[in-house]
Structure formats: structure tokens, C-alpha cells
């Protein structure tokens, strides 16, 4: 869980606040949810690997499966993948446009731990981010 923390503490600092598509919101509710789980997450997840293929629907199955961490993580946790989610949510709309072409289901990703899929999110937010900065 510290190489995700640590990435967070730095990269935010060195982007700022970024321009109004790149929110510090789902960056703190995802290091909450990290925070939330400690030890306990010995599932397994769909994830993503590529990043940039079907980024509308790569969002959608990250979305999903944080689903199945919210069921399983407890209210409190829940809570905060709720939270996530609708921002998750606000942010793809604005960003993408579904429709690419042939997307595998989310089912057809290969599963991996909950760190790893946490870290993939993690890596699509930056990434989404580091396309919308300003050029200086």
C-alpha cells in the first residue's frame, strides 16, 4: 500500500491543482479506500492493463469493480467507493466518448489483487491528468 501513497504525495505536489477536469477528489477518496483496506485485500479483481484502449469503457469496468470492493469493504468503505465512483463518473463524461470500436467486457480482462488494481486506477487518473495539463 506505501508505493501508492508514496506516489501520490509525489506527483500531486509537483502538478498543483491541475486545470478543473483534473480534481484532487479521486485522488484522496482512492488513497482513503487504500487506507481503509490495510491488509484485507486478498481478492481479486478484473483490471484493465491497457490504459488507453477503450478509455470510456476501461472506466466503466474500474467503476464496477470498485463495486465489489465497496460490498465487501464494509460501510464505511462503501462509502467512500460511492463517492469515487460519482466522481469517477463526472470525470468520464466529460473526458471520453464510449464507442471505439470492439472493447473486451470487463470480464475479459485478466484478474489481479486489489493493490494492483488500485495502482491501475491510480495510473489512469494520472494519466488523464498529465493529457489535460496546460502546455507551458
Not at 465489489?68 to 466518448?97: M, N
Not at 470492439?102 to 484478474?111: D, F, K, R, T, V
Not at 489481479?112 to 495510473?123: C, G, I, Q, T
Amino acid at each position: 500500500m506505501w508505493p501508492l501513497w508514496t506516489t501520490l504525495l509525489l506527483v500531486l505536489p509537483l502538478r498543483g491543482l491541475g486545470p478543473p477536469l483534473c480534481p484532487r477528489e479521486p485522488f484522496y477518496f482512492l488513497i482513503s479506500i487504500t487506507k481503509m483496506l490495510g491488509n484485507k485485500n486478498d481478492g481479486s479483481l478484473y483490471t484493465p492493463d491497457n490504459l488507453l484502449v477503450c478509455p470510456a469503457e476501461t472506466l466503466q469496468c474500474f467503476q464496477l469493480e470498485l463495486s465489489v470492493i465497496g460490498f465487501e469493504g464494509g460501510p464505511s468503505v462503501g462509502i467512500a467507493v460511492f463517492r469515487l465512483q460519482r466522481l469517477l463518473d463526472a470525470l468520464g463524461s466529460r473526458l471520453w466518448v464510449a464507442g471505439q470500436g470492439s472493447c473486451p467486457p470487463c470480464e475479459g480482462h485478466p484478474q489481479r489483487s486489489v493493490s494492483l488494481f488500485l495502482a491501475k486506477l491510480l495510473e489512469l487518473l494520472q494519466g488523464t491528468c498529465a493529457r489535460d495539463l496546460p502546455s507551458a
